[in-house]
């Protein structure tokens, strides 16, 4: 199994920036996928959001109305289209795989597989 981002890098407040993650090793269409980022080394990975394989997405209140987060299934690849960035947004993000859902009424449930996390800045 295999998760790997790119399309990381720097960009100023305001500003756009699209996230890409290629899957492999698992039966792609099936499973829930998630974004998730870890803004400090020393704090936990919040959730950014999540698209099921019907690609129906949720997202988290930080983020909802800025970021767009689409599948492939075709290509097995994930997108984060990330719009009106702020300096907050800053952060390693992890793109992350879990079979059928990511969460449940308490919330998201242990993911499966991580990709290695790739870091967007932003800068004031």
């Known amino acids: 199994v295999e998760l790997a981002e790119s399309g990381g890098g720097s960009v100023q407040s305001g500003g756009s920036l699209r996230v890409s993650c290629t899957a492999s090793g698992f039966r792609y269409s099936a499973y829930c996928m998630a974004w998730w980022r870890r803004r400090n080394p020393d704090e936990e990975r919040e959730p950014v959001g999540h698209i099921l394989g019907d690609g129906s997405a949720t997202y988290a209140d930080s983020v909802k109305g800025r970021f767009t987060i689409s599948r492939d299934n075709g290509k097995n690849a994930l997108y984060l289209q990330m719009n009106n960035l702020k300096p907050e947004d800053t952060a390693t993000y992890y793109c992350?795989?879990?079979?059928?859902?990511?969460?449940?009424?308490?919330?998201?449930?242990?993911?499966?597989?991580w990709g290695e996390g790739i870091l967007v800045t932003v800068s004031p």
């Open positions: 992350a795989a879990r079979e059928e859902y990511c969460s449940g009424r308490w919330g998201y449930y242990g993911m499966e597989y």
